[in-house]
């Protein structure tokens, strides 16, 4: 049995709650779908917390955010993120929500007062050793005692496609933010023209690592029915290394001709080489809060 056989379906679209839903394509024993009515692409089967949990500890490493050697090239994005953050916003309380080992928060620099929250033990561990201990929190920010601490700016950089139920997760970061607060959302993009030539081999539908697949509407809707305003959608090139193309193409396998090509070179200096990308296929979108969720 596979997790996914063992799961229930979803019978409405969990953003809009549309019955008109079709199934796309099965990836990973997973079916993925479309809500006819507002286009969110998700996995059809619900996964909790609970069920994710065996998957992250087996398959819990990512080398482009683990590996030290990459982390240069993880700040590029970030740098350029924390300039469009300075033009709209005064230093203050930023909260980077999946801190990893706090590599955005280093980034933002001693200007702004930094917190985090974090899964993984190891990297909650390493980014508490710089932040303190009640900076960084392991776990969701519902169970995060902030002490009646309001933010200026939360993130969620490449987080909200791995959540079970986003919108709730939206509504958590809402519950933090001050009024006219920026929330800062960092997700693949399923309607760029990269994985509308690739469908099913779009090498962001990896279930059950990413369980919805968001675009500027559906980004959008499920921002507004936590209490955002989306004021901004971006598109922010990154840096990689060329060995991650083939790991990102693997899609979390650890076999077959991609992750071979990956292993292959990662032990060349050719796969150390730098190349820019942007085919839109990564969103960024700035909303700010108008509404208690």
Known sequence: MTIASETELYTACPICGSKELSDLYTVHDFTISECRKCTLVFVREKMTSETLGPFYEKHGYD??????????????????????????????????????????????????ERYGTEFTKRWADEARAK??????????????????????????????????????????VNRVLKKGGLVVVKVHNISCLY????????????????????????????????????VSNMFIGHVLDLK?????????????????????????????????????DIITVLAVKETEA
């Open 131 to 172: 932040y303190g201990e009640k900076n960084i929190h392991q776990g969701p920010l519902s169970t995060y005692d902030l002490e009646g601490k309001l933010f200026d700016v939360v993130t969620m950089l490449d987080v909200l496609d791995h959540c079970p139920q986003p919108v709730d997760d939206l509504k958590q």
């Open 244 to 280: 991650t193309v083939p790991y990102r193409l693997a899609r979390g396998a650890q076999s077959g001709f991609y992750f071979n090509a990956y292993q292959m070179l990662n032990k060349s200096p050719l796969g150390n080489m730098k190349i820019y990308k942007d085919l839109h």
């Open 63 to 112: 080398y482009v955010y683990d590996d030290e050697k990459n982390q240069e090239n993880l700040k590029f994005y970030y740098r350029r993120l924390k300039q469009v953050l300075n033009k709209r916003q005064k230093p203050g309380k930023v909260l980077d929500i999946g801190c990893n080992r706090g590599q955005f928060l280093d980034v933002m620099g001693e200007e702004w």
């Open 195 to 230: 994985a509308q030539i690739t469908k099913d081999q779009f090498y962001a539908i990896s279930p059950p690592g990413h369980l919805f697949y968001f675009n500027k509407a559906t980004l959008k809707e499920s921002l507004k029915q936590a209490g955002f305003k989306v």
